[in-house]
T-cell receptor, first 114, second 109 residues
Framework: DAGVTQSPTHLIKTRGQQVTLRCSPKSGHDTVSWYQQALGQGPQFIFQYYEEEERQRGNFPDRFSGHQFPNYSSELNVNALLLGDSALYLC?????????????FGSGTRLTVV | KNEVEQSPQNLTAQEGEFITINCSYSVGISALHWLQQHPGGGIVSLFMLSSGKKKHGRLIATINIQEKHSSLHITASHPRDSAVYICAPIIQGAQKLVFGQGTRLTINP
């Protein structure tokens, strides 16, 4: 039973570019949440997707957007990258019925903006 | 003031020592995760608890919802326990976690 899969594992982008990160949830999970973890900090909530719609959003600018597909996988898009967007981006999946108590985390995508 | 405060931020100990990591939070919560994050980033949930105490092998987690405090204990610590431990409460009525800054634990042989 595959857990949460994130891709790519690492990538380097230049300021001003756009990036797309991908997440496949654990089998049986229908909700995907995205978090940003800056170096030495705890993760910060970006947004959550369920039924292909954004259900909740943290305090992130509109440059951060997402999408959920009918197979429950999700993408995180970041436009006009800034140096401060360099971080580990974590995806967590769950069932809506269990909420965060049933979270399974991916290994993350480490984004470096130069 | 952060919603979640962990202490200590860094902890270095010798193999075999008893380890305690503390977490205090200021928001109403329904439950709380203790997470382990190894270098490379992957996060694993060690415990999810809403009251009392849970034990798994050498790990013990306790929570006092009224006092807004939780602790993670490691008995007979081992170098493979070296990781970042993160306290992550589930905000009451919300479908998201808030995270502490983490405690970086290093166990020397």
């Amino acid at each position: 039973d595959a857990g949460v899969t994130q891709s790519p594992t690492h990538l380097i982008k230049t300021r001003g570019q756009q990036v797309t990160l991908r997440c496949s949830p654990k089998s049986g999970h229908d909700t995907v949440s995205w978090y940003q973890q800056a170096l030495g900090q705890g993760p910060q909530f970006i947004f959550q997707y369920y039924e292909e719609e954004e259900r909740q959003r943290g305090n992130f600018p509109d440059r951060f957007s997402g999408h959920q597909f009918p197979n429950y996988s999700s993408e995180l898009n970041v436009n006009a990258l800034l140096l401060g967007d360099s971080a580990l981006y974590l995806c967590a999946s769950s069932q809506l019925s269990t909420g965060p108590s049933g979270y399974t985390f991916g290994s993350g995508t480490r984004l470096t903006v130069v | 003031k952060n919603e979640v405060e962990q202490s200590p931020q860094n902890l270095t100990a010798q193999e075999g020592e008893f380890i305690t990591i503390n977490c205090s939070y200021s928001v109403g919560i329904s439950a709380l995760h203790w997470l382990q994050q190894h270098p490379g980033g992957g996060i694993v949930s060690l415990f999810m608890l809403s009251s009392g105490k849970k034990k798994h092998g050498r790990l013990i987690a306790t929570i006092n919802i009224q006092e807004k405090h939780s602790s993670l204990h490691i008995t007979a610590s081992h170098p493979r326990d070296s990781a970042v431990y993160i306290c992550a409460p589930i905000i009451q009525g919300a479908q998201k976690l808030v995270f502490g800054q983490g405690t970086r634990l290093t166990i020397n042989p």
